[in-house]
């Protein structure tokens, strides 16, 4: 689709009048916004032709227009200019960056730190979405013998940040053999993954069950645990937005994030264009399938640790975003993510 210099003028002062204020915007307000001098009759002409183009809509007779999300989808492609972060933004992510750094803290406790601060500054509810550990490489791991059903396995990435996770067994084994297996991985040459220690875990038969069949597999149970792979903050932020004062909807949306298997995967899922070359993603409504009811917005980017493992942080809001600032700002925070993970 090509719109002329002033019908792309004309979208982009409706659009973006609409997600400050949440309002319809008339003839009026968009003769004050746009570059190019005009007459109010050449502006109600250009947006009845935006209307008929199905880029905007009149939600009733006597109102202004709104952008549909054919008009915000185009407005996002091809009219956006991503605004440069302020030099106060760039450096209290640049002081994150170095406060996480000197840090050797548990994983999912240090996506959690920066799930919370990406919400508090954007002001929208945050998601991140730890690397998959199968993709991991370790360093050390150390096993331990809570009682007869339960094993805490603790394991210690190459960037040396910390991981545990509970995993119930139905097999009979000893801390003491536990311990040599662990001492046979620490002592390899080179790192090693998740499934050199679940090689190791059954290629000792003292842990094989009664009927003779192993069932220690960490390498899936791990990766299936999303209430520690995916960390929702800031939910409550959807509250300062007018289209969410509505206590059905805001039931409607908590009920959607805390299905994180869909969650998942929709970020996960290939098909979707990464509109900034970058490994970011910007999807509005339709395109969030099972969220499309409730017209929001998502911007997403990957980061990835030392081992290129590939992890997913991002928000999600209302579809009228102030996406210019919200791709720069998500772009940023996964950059130094990353850099966290790689120790950079």
Known sequence: MQLSARQQDILQAIVEDYINFAEPVGSRTVSKRIKIPVSSATIRNEMSDLEEMGLIAQQHLSSGRVPTQKGLRFYIDCILALERLSSEEAEMINNIKKEYAQKRQHLRDLIKDISRTVSSVMEYPSLIVAPKLSCEKFKKVQFLLLDDKNLLITLITTSGLIEHFNHMIDYQTSQERLNRIAAELNCMEKW???????????????VKTLDGKNKLDICNIIDCNLEDRIIFTGTENILKNPEFQNSEKMKLFIEILNDKEKILKLLTETGHVKNFMDGTIVLIGDELKDL???????????????DDACGVLGIIGPSRMEYSKIISLVR?????LSDILKNK
């Open 292 to 306: 499309r009811e409730l017209s929001l917005g998502l911007v997403a980017s990957e980061y990835k640790d030392s």
């Open 332 to 336: 940023e925070f996964a950059t130094k």
């Open 192 to 206: 090693f993954n998740i499934s050199d220690i679940n090689s190791a875990l059954k290629s000792v038969s003292i």
